[in-house]
T-cell receptor, first 112, second 110 residues
Framework: DVKVTQSSRYLVKRTGEKVFLECVQD?????MFWYRQDPGLGLRLIYF???????EKGDIPEGYSVSREKKERFSLILESASTNQTSMYLC???????????FGPGTRLTVT | KQEVTQIPAALSVPEGENLVLNCSFT??????LQWFRQDPGKGLTSLLL?????REQTSGRLNASLDKSSGRSTLYIAASQPGDSATYLC?????????FGEGTQLTVNP
């Protein structure tokens, strides 16, 4: 069974804090993704990575950065959390060429 | 820019009914299409993947079809059960990215 895990299910942070969201996959997938999901806006891609140390901006990268030092781990960083970053954050992974994309359970982040 | 539309936005049916969820996309140059299920507050679970060269895929009570030329896919659920209640999303892949529809919220009433 493919497994994508995320470090926290629920997180509450204060405005201005630096926030780290961690994602780990156990299927040796090359591609990893970070999305946020908001009512009425659907799923939006923040960043993705196609290899270790490689990253590409998605549709809404502003206010976020990412790190991929190991193949199995992809981190999303909120440099200075703001209330408009309150959202559900979803990590996903996928093999390099063909195949299904698998999602983690999500992290519900609240910034107060 | 690829756009994905799912109709209806919400659907409520009695248990045992067969039903069809629709997905349409504007750019037919896709690599594949994937159907997902999402329970409230949870991540997405992959249901079916259809490659662009395929016409349909089946898994248990689920059957997904793809008509790439017309930009349409359908997800057929046979003999629906209350446990099928969830939001169903379709996503099309072109290049590295998936483009998602907004989903159909399905409620199956006992």
């Amino acid at each position: 069974d493919v497994k994508v895990t995320q470090s926290s299910r629920y997180l509450v942070k204060r405005t201005g804090e630096k926030v780290f969201l961690e994602c780990v996959q156990d299927m040796d997938h090359e591609n990893m993704f970070w999305y946020r999901q908001d009512p009425g806006l659907g799923l939006r891609l923040i960043y993705f990575s196609y290899d270790v140390k490689m990253k590409e901006k998605g549709d809404i990268p502003e206010g976020y950065s990412v790190s991929r030092e190991k193949k199995e781990r992809f981190s999303l960083i909120l440099e200075s959390a703001s209330t408009n970053q309150t959202s559900m954050y979803l990590c996903a992974s996928r093999p390099k060429w063909a195949g299904e994309q698998y999602f983690g359970p999500g992290t519900r982040l609240t910034v107060t | 820019k690829q756009e994905v539309t799912q109709i209806p936005a919400a659907l409520s049916v009695p248990e045992g009914e067969n039903l069809v969820l629709n997905c349409s996309f504007t750019d037919s140059a896709i690599y594949n299409l994937q159907w997902f299920r999402q329970d409230p507050g949870k991540g997405l679970t992959s249901l079916l993947l259809i490659q662009s060269s395929q016409r349909e895929q089946t898994s248990g009570r689920l059957n997904a079809s793809l008509d790439k030329s017309s930009g349409r896919s359908t997800l057929y659920i046979a003999a629906s059960q209350p446990g099928d209640s969830a939001t169903y999303l379709c996503a099309v892949r072109r290049g590295s990215r998936l483009t998602f529809g907004e989903g159909t919220q399905l409620t199956v009433n006992p």
